[in-house]
Nanobody, 127 residues
Framework: VQLQASGGGLVQTGGSLRLSCAAS????????MGWFRQTPGKDREFVAAINWNGGSIDYAESVRGRFTISRDNAGDTMALQMNSLKPEDTAVYYCAADSRHPLSDYLYFVTSEYDYWGRGTQVTVSS
């Protein structure tokens, strides 16, 4: 499956952005999906995950209550609505697919469990 993330940009503290991830090539609607982010010199970190039918969702504590993950299986897309953005949210954001556990309700929070990755989209939050 090919993934393409978009929607990043520059926003002021307290602002909002909506990231999108478009999938193509294979069966998107049976895969769990996730968003990760990375800043220079640091490991890629978990942000949010959603299972194949949207029935199971989880977030990193740092974004819980501010970010919302969703998916549209009919359109082969996933989104991350980011509100109340903070400077520490500045990073390159990546969408990822877990094709090794199709139709699973169990979510993974580590990069090693995701085998398809899109090119990242830069999010910059100015103070």
């Amino acid at each position: 499956v090919q993934l393409q993330a978009s929607g990043g940009g520059l926003v002021q503290t307290g602002g909002s952005l909506r990231l999108s991830c478009a999938a193509s090539g294979r069966t998107f609607n049976v895969y769990n999906m996730g968003w990760f982010r990375q800043t220079p010199g640091k490991d890629r970190e978990f942000v949010a995950a959603i299972n194949w039918n949207g029935g199971s969702i989880d977030y990193a504590e740092s974004v819980r209550g501010r970010f919302t993950i969703s998916r549209d299986n009919a359109g082969d897309t996933m989104a991350l609505q980011m509100n109340s953005l903070k400077p520490e949210d500045t990073a390159v954001y990546y969408c990822a697919a877990d094709s090794r556990h199709p139709l699973s309700d169990y979510l993974y929070f580590v990069t090693s469990e995701y085998d398809y990755w899109g090119r990242g989209t830069q999010v910059t939050v100015s103070s």
